[in-house]
């Protein structure tokens, strides 16, 4: 059975990576800063906002890839891909609320989604160990009830 302290290390995790997701986001588009800084407070805006949404459900993805019963690799192969389909449905939540208008034909600012995507996959990268340990992580693996044996021995692996 899947503990209430798993699940909060899940979350956790999550959190982290969204964060410092952001993080490269943010600094990773300081040249369209320079260029024209207007884009970038209004990129910055919009991945605060609607980033939560991208959040949300890379979370339930997460959870559903974590409970599958299929290889490791294929599960982190899976989760890359639930950062693209989070982000590009987060892009697609901004046309729909109203925020854009024709989002999918905004030229340029087209760099900013593949950015997001891209910052994802290297905040996946950097929590590889956690995430690898996540994934793998199933209920016959605790050797303990409560499940106080989840925390593994390098608690700060970020």
Do not use: C
């Amino acid at each position: 059975m899947y503990t209430l302290k798993f699940k909060a290390l899940l979350i956790k995790a999550v959190l982290k990576v969204f964060f410092r997701a952001i993080l490269i986001y943010l600094l990773a588009t300081i040249p369209a800063l320079v260029a024209m800084p207007i884009m970038y407070l209004m990129s910055a805006g919009f991945a605060l906002s609607f980033g939560w949404i991208a959040a949300l459900i890379f979370l339930f993805l997460f959870y559903l890839l974590q409970r599958t019963r299929v290889g490791l690799s294929l599960k982190i192969m899976a989760l890359y891909l639930s950062v693209t389909a989070s982000v590009v449905f987060a892009f697609q939540m901004m046309e729909l609320t109203g925020a854009q208008d024709h989002i999918w034909q905004s030229g340029a600012f087209l760099l900013f989604p593949a950015m997001a995507i891209i910052s994802g996959w290297i905040s996946l990268i950097i929590s590889k160990q956690r995430i690898s340990y996540l994934l793998s992580y199933t209920a016959a693996t605790s050797n303990k009830p409560d499940g106080t044996d989840l925390i593994p021995p390098a608690e700060n692996i970020f």
